[in-house]
């Protein structure tokens, strides 16, 4: 139902209704044909009432969401108004109580439905689940990079992997952040705690759980946010010696889990850990550089020689030194010639003329010697099967292309990783 964001809630609500009628005159005109069973559904009944209960519920969907949007709207823009009314009537009613009391006179017993409730906090939830809602009114414009790339992904077929979500993400179960974009809510259940992907960002934003997205977050979830932030704002990390625990130990309790494991407390790399060394002589061999400051490796398949790991520090890739504390070449030449007989592959065609293919070679290779410095702000969306070349993730269908840099990435390492 992507294709109705661009309608009006009426115009949709019109168009459904004339769906739903024309599905029961199909359902009508089925009934008393073929030489079906008396009292079973044919094939095409069953289809044309699935179809007429989806429309039904598609429809509910969009009523919901109106009547949801009218109290957001009711409550934002006369919220103080009412609130001052609301303490009005309570203050009346106390005075009342002590003019009883004042005057001897029994109070009249007050019949409740349930249990009494703090209304002033109930009234604070349902505010703020309302804002987070609909943090942004119906129909506003959108930037045209999230634009394009909405109209993008309505051309591939989207359909959850979670069995709660039985809706469109859009429609059903959407939440909005900050940011002018969709979370649906069994999949920001699925945030990833990884190192590269924390925290969770939309539009390169952080999203945190103080947020109004916390109330709809589980406590697990809230847990396991807090504890993954403690270990990766920790830049030298302490992990369990013990290969069957190698669980992040807190700079509060180093000393009793080493005793527990049985681990030897020292500096620096263990010059046991055989897996350790074996992963140190492949990145010697492959020219890998180290992190000074979290001793991550990384590998640098194309770019320049400034480095900027995951916990922000800056080094040169040659030598492994802080950024502009040595004396090391920009770039390599092999890498940079690497990179434009990808970047020219994708574009060429295969019978090209041989000056018209060195033409771009050169055009390619002075835009990535000028451009290299690229803060991905312009993407556009190319079709096909592709590679991402940040994850290595296969995508079938679509991949987004940087306008500048000409890199490849699936949507998720756009918005977290680059």
């Known amino acids: 139902m992507d294709f109705f ?14 769906q739903i009628e024309d599905s029961n005159e199909l359902f009508s005109s089925c009934e008393g044909k073929g030489k079906g069973i008396e009292g079973v559904l044919s094939d095409t009944q069953v289809a044309v009432r699935l179809y007429h209960e989806e429309l039904q519920r598609s429809a509910t969907i969009i009523k919901d969401r109106n009547m949801t949007r009218s109290l957001a709207r009711a409550c ?12 009005q009537e309570q203050q009346e009613s106390r005075d009342r109580r002590v003019a ?9 017993r007050v019949i409740t439905d349930g249990p009494a ?3 002033d ?61 969709h979370h649906c809510t069994a999949c920001r259940d699925t945030f990833s705690f990884y190192d590269t992907l924390f925290p969770p960002r939309c539009c390169r934003q952080p999203i945190t759980p103080s947020m109004s997205i916390r109330i709809y977050l589980t406590t697990k979830i809230v847990d396991d946010y807090e504890a993954k932030k403690v270990e990766f704002d920790t830049p030298n990390r302490t992990y369990c010696s013990n290969t069957l625990c190698s669980s992040f130990i807190r700079t509060n309790c180093v000393v ?52 900027t790991c995951t916990c922000r520090a800056e080094f040169c890739y040659k030598c492994g030194e802080r950024w502009k504390t040595c004396q090391c070449a920009q770039w390599d030449e092999h890498r940079l010639y690497a990179r434009k007989e990808v970047v020219v592959a994708r574009r060429t065609a295969v019978h090209q003329p041989p000056e018209q293919r060195e033409a771009r070679f050169a055009a390619v290779m002075q835009d ?25 993730h296969d995508l079938p269908d679509y991949i ?5 840099c000409h890199i490849q990435a699936c949507n998720r390492c756009r918005r977290n990783r680059l």
């Not at 964001?5 to 004339?18: A, Y």
């Not at 009883?100 to 009249?108: D, E, H, S």
């Not at 999230?146 to 859009?170: C, K, R």
């Not at 990535?368 to 290595?392: I, K, M």
């Open 76 to 87: 934002l823009t006369d919220g103080n108004m009412l609130v001052f009314s609301y303490s």
């Open 400 to 404: 987004f292309e940087c306008q500048q």
């Open 368 to 392: 990535l010697v000028e451009r290299h410095e690229c803060d991905h702000n312009s993407w556009r969306w190319v079709r096909g099967p592709h590679e991402c070349e940040e994850c290595r």
């Open 256 to 307: 009793e889990e080493r005793a527990s494991c049985q681990g030897t407390a020292h500096d620096g790399d263990c010059p046991e850990d055989e897996a350790l060394n074996l992963v140190l002589e492949t990145a010697r061999q492959n020219e890998w550089q180290r992190c000074y400051n979290c001793n991550r490796l990384v590998e640098l398949a194309t770019g320049c020689n400034h480095i």
């Open 100 to 108: 009883l009391r004042l005057g001897v006179v029994p109070a009249p």
């Open 121 to 181: 906090e109930l009234d604070d939830d349902v505010l703020e689940r309302l804002n987070a809602l609909y943090i942004c009114a119906a129909g506003n414009d959108l930037d045209s990079d999230s634009h394009s790339e909405d109209n993008a992904m309505a051309l591939v077929p989207y359909h959850s992997t979670s069995s709660s979500n039985t809706e469109t993400s859009t429609w059903a179960a959407s939440r909005k952040s900050r940011a002018p974009r």
């Open 5 to 18: 964001s661009s309608m009006d809630s009426e115009t949709v609500l019109l168009i459904l209704q004339l």
């Open 117 to 119: 409730r703090d209304e």
